[in-house]
């Protein structure tokens, strides 16, 4: 089984047909598994809403979501010490780490640079050129 954390970044690039969207979408048929947290579903339906498009459930049909059960403390400390990120991309990383402690063996999907970039610090493959940062 191989898994993927997708961000938003990836999600809304292939929904909305972005340059880069057929290489993500390429890239992430080779996992088994799709996995986030249910903050992507929030700001998926928030981007189709200020693209004044309907949003379809199909779009997050395949993702598996990660519930933690406590609080992401020990993650959002782990994190803030590699380096800085905003509060939503800190919750996505932090939410996989919860997930997938070991890192080796998780991939983190983002088109964010700075987010790339921590995630790959911490130990994540990362299998998507980041190609942006917000």
Not at 24 to 44: G, M, P, Q, W, Y
Not at 102 to 128: C, H, N, W, Y
Request: hydrophobic share 45%.
């Amino acid at each position: 089984m191989k898994f993927a954390y997708i961000d938003t970044s990836v999600l809304t690039a292939i929904a909305f047909d972005e340059p880069d969207a057929e290489e993500c979408a390429s890239r992430l048929d080779k996992f088994t598994h799709l996995v986030s947290s249910n903050l992507l579903e929030a700001e998926i339906r928030a981007a189709f809403k200020r693209e004044h498009i309907e949003f379809q459930g199909s779009t997050i049909a395949d993702i598996e979501w990660i519930l933690p059960n406590r609080t992401l403390t020990p993650e959002y400390s782990e994190v803030l010490q590699t380096g800085y990120l905003r509060g939503a991309d800190l919750a996505h990383v932090a939410t996989a780490l919860y997930f997938f402690p070991q890192r080796g063996s998780l991939a983190f999907a983002t088109l964010d640079a700075k987010q790339s970039g921590i995630a790959k610090e911490l130990g994540f493959l990362v299998p998507l050129e980041a190609t942006f940062y917000v």
